[in-house]
C-alpha cells in the first residue's frame, strides 16, 4: 500500500481543538532556560567547551548539558543516528523525568498506527553543539512508509529535524512530518502544549570554534542592544504565481512592507542573477536571496559586511550539505563571514519545505526567538532543513526607544541607525514633521556618525520634506566625510555625487569621484566610480565638464578622506 506519511499525525486536529483553549503571552513566555538540553559530542574536547560557554553565558542548568560520544562526521548512517544520538538523548532525558510517554495511537491511512506519545515533556529546546554529525544518509533498506510522492519517499534528513519529534517512539522515517507548530500560524509562543509534540532543535556549528563563538556573543550583543542596519532582498523576478517557484520570490516580496514599516532600509532587486560582488555595502542586518550553489555577493569580500548580530537566508537545496566549509555552499560561508543566525537544507528538500522567510521575519520583528521564528516558518519536520544559531536570540525583543535610551552618550553607529530606524518608521506613516525632527535630532551635536547623514539625506530626499536645494546632497558629503571604510566612503561619495548632479552641480559632483579615483583607484574601478563619473560627464555640455576646482556653492568642500 502506498501512503503519505504526512497523515501520520494527529497533531492538526489534536492542537487545533485543544491549543486554542490554552495561550499564554509571550511576555509570560521569554525565558526557555529551564526547557533547554544542550548536546554536544564527548568524543570533541572543543564541542565539550563550546557547550558550557554557551551555557554560562545563557545561564543554562548544568544538568541540561549532555554529552554523547559520536562520530565526528558530518554524515552518518540511520544505524548511528539511532545508537549514537537519538537513543542516548532519548534514556537521558526519560531518565530526568523530563519526558513522559504513554502507549497511544495515530492515524495512518485506513489503519491506526501504535507509537508512545509523550504526555510531558519539559524540554523545548534542543542546542547541537559544534562536532555533532549533521545530516543522515539515505538508507535504501528501509521502506517503511513509502509515500505516495516518489521525489519525497526518502528517509534521509537533517539530524536536527529528526530529532525534533524526540516526543514520539515508533514514528516511520521515510518522508516528512507536519510541523505541529506551524499548523497553527497565527502570532503565538512556543509553550507546553507544542513541546508533547516536537522540539525546537537548532545548532551551533559552522566552520571553526572561533566561529560558533562568536555567533553566541553576537547574539547576545545585538539582543541587548537589539540588531540594526540594513536589509537586502534577492529576488528573481519571478511574478506569475502560475510559474514553478513562484513562492520563493513571493516569501521575499511580501517581507519588504513588513520590514519597511519598522523603517529598515530595505532593496529588494528583481533581476535573475544573484547580487554582483562589487556593491560597496557595509552594516548588513538582514539579508535574504536565492538561487546560487555557492556563496557570492558583496558578503564574501574580505572585509566586514553584516552587523553584529546579523541573520542570513540563501534559499538553496544544498545550502546547508556542509558547515564546516568557509567555501562550500552558502550556511558555512555565511558564518565565515560574520552572521549570527542562518538556515538551510542538507539535502534537497523541495522549495515548498523550506523556511518562509516572510513568516520568519514576521515572528522575529514581533520580538520571538529565533527558535521560534524559525519553526513557525517551516513545514516539515524529520525532513531537510537546519537552523544554525542561538535558539535563544531575540534580536528585537529590544524596543528601539529602549535600545536608543540605554547608547552610550558618544558617536554610535549602532545608535544613529536606530534614529533614522524610527524615522523612515514615522514617514511610512505619513508623519512627516516626526522624521523630520528625528533625522535633525541624530546629526545634531559632535556625535552624529556618517550613518546619520546617510540617513538624513535619504529621508530628507523625500518631496514630503521639501528641503533646500543642496540640502540632501550636502549631507551625502557629510556622510562621505565621517567615513572611515573604504566600502562606506565609497558608497556614501557615489551617492553624494549623485545627488550633486540631480541638483545641478556636475563640477561638485565629478570633483568627490576624481577624489575618490585618487584615493582609491583599484576599489573605485571595483565598485564602479569610474563608470559613473563618465556617466556625469557625458551628460553635460563640454563647458560643464571643467574640474578643476569646485563650484562657488559649496560651503564646506570636501577633503580627502581619512585612512583606514
Known amino acids: 500500500m502506498t501512503m503519505d506519511r504526512s497523515t501520520i499525525l494527529l497533531v492538526a486536529t489534536f492542537l487545533v481543538t485543544v491549543v486554542l483553549s490554552s495561550r499564554t503571552s ?3 513566555q521569554n525565558s526557555f ?3 533547554v538540553l544542550v548536546v554536544f559530542n564527548s568524543s ?3 564541542s565539550d567547551t563550546l557547550a558550557h560557554y554557551y551555557g554560562e553565558k545563557r545561564h543554562i542548568p548544568m544538568d541540561h548539558i549532555l554529552g554523547v560520544r559520536t562520530s565526528d562526521k558530518e554524515e552518518i548512517s540511520r544505524d548511528e543516528f539511532n545508537d549514537q544520538i ?13 519526558i513522559q510517554r504513554e502507549p497511544g495511537h495515530s492515524p495512518f491511512g485506513d489503519q491506526q498506527l501504535p507509537v508512545l ?27 517503511d512508509t513509502p509515500v505516495s510522492n516518489a521525489a519525497l519517499n526518502s528517509n534521509a534528513a537533517s539530524v536536527d529535524s529528526e530529532l525534533t519529534l524526540l516526543p514520539y517512539q515508533g514514528l516511520p522515517v521515510t518522508g516528512w512530518l507536519p510541523n505541529p507548530y506551524q499548523l497553527l500560524s497565527y502570532n503565538r509562543p512556543f509553550d507546553s502544549l507544542d513541546a508533547k509534540h516536537m522540539i525546537m532543535v537548532t545548532r551551533l556549528d559552522g566552520p571553526t570554534t572561533d566561529d560558533v563563538r562568536r555567533m553566541i556573543d553576537d547574539s547576545i550583543y545585538a539582543e541587548r542592544s537589539r540588531l540594526a542596519g540594513n536589509v537586502y532582498l534577492d529576488a528573481r523576478g519571478i511574478t506569475d504565481d502560475s510559474q514553478k517557484y513562484y513562492q520563493g520570490d513571493r516569501w521575499l516580496r511580501d517581507s519588504v ?17 544573484v547580487f554582483p560582488d562589487s556593491l560597496p555595502w557595509t552594516n548588513v542586518a538582514l539579508y535574504a536571496g536565492w538561487f546560487a550553489g555557492s556563496a557570492t555577493g558583496p558578503f564574501m569580500r574580505e572585509s566586514r559586511t553584516f552587523s553584529r548580530g546579523a541573520i542570513a537566508y540563501h534559499i538553496h537545496d544544498l545550502s546547508a550539505s556542509t558547515l564546516r566549509s568557509a567555501t562550500s555552499n552558502w550556511c558555512g560561508p555565511l558564518i565565515s563571514k560574520g552572521v549570527a543566525a542562518t538556515m538551510g537544507a542538507v539535502y534537497e528538500p523541495y522549495l515548498d519545505y523550506m523556511p518562509q522567510w516572510d513568516v520568519f521575519i514576521d515572528r522575529l520583528l514581533h520580538g520571538y526567538t529565533f527558535a521560534e521564528a524559525s519553526y513557525a516558518s517551516t513545514k516539515a519536520l524529520s525532513w531537510m532543513t537546519v ?4 535558539p535563544l536570540y531575540s534580536p528585537f525583543e529590544t524596543s528601539i526607544d529602549e535600545a536608543i535610551a540605554s547608547s552610550p552618550d558618544k558617536p554610535s553607529v549602532r545608535k544613529d541607525y536606530l534614529l533614522i530606524q524610527r524615522a523612515r518608521a514615522a514617514l511610512i506613516n505619513d508623519d512627516s514633521g516626526e522624521a523630520k525632527n528625528l533625522v535633525e535630532k541624530a546629526v545634531a551635536g559632535q556625535n552624529a556618525t556618517f550613518v546619520a547623514w546617510e540617513g538624513y539625506a535619504e529621508i530628507m530626499s523625500d518631496p514630503r520634506l521639501e528641503p533646500p536645494n543642496s540640502t540632501v546632497a550636502k549631507a551625502y558629503e557629510n556622510a562621505y566625510n565621517l567615513s572611515v571604510n573604504v566600502e562606506d566612503q565609497i558608497r556614501t561619495g557615489m551617492e553624494a555625487a549623485t545627488a550633486y548632479q540631480a541638483r545641478f552641480r556636475p563640477q561638485d559632483s565629478q570633483r568627490i569621484l576624481h577624489m575618490l579615483l585618487s584615493r582609491y583607484t583599484n576599489q573605485s574601478i571595483y565598485y564602479g566610480v569610474d563608470k559613473l563619473l ?19 556653492g559649496v560651503d564646506n568642500p570636501a577633503v580627502p578622506p581619512p585612512t583606514k
Open 534 to 552: 563618465k556617466q556625469i560627464q557625458n551628460s553635460q555640455p563640454s563647458s560643464a565638464q571643467q574640474t578643476e576646482s569646485p563650484s562657488s
Open 44 to 46: 570533541n574536547s572543543e
Open 257 to 273: 512592507k513588513t520590514l519597511r514599516a519598522v523603517g529598515f532600509h530595505t532593496e529588494i532587486d528583481e533581476n535573475t542573477e
Open 26 to 28: 509571550h511576555a509570560e
Open 117 to 143: 506519545a509523550a504526555r510531558h515533556n519539559e524540554i523545548y529546546i534542543m542546542v547541537l553543539m559544534y562536532g555533532m554529525p549533521l545530516k543522515i544518509a539515505n538508507d535504501p533498506k528501509i521502506n
Open 33 to 35: 532556560r529551564g526547557h
Open 86 to 98: 537519538r537513543d542516548p538523548i532519548d534514556a537521558y532525558v526519560v531518565s530526568k523525568g523530563w
Open 387 to 390: 537552523f544554525v544559531g542561538d
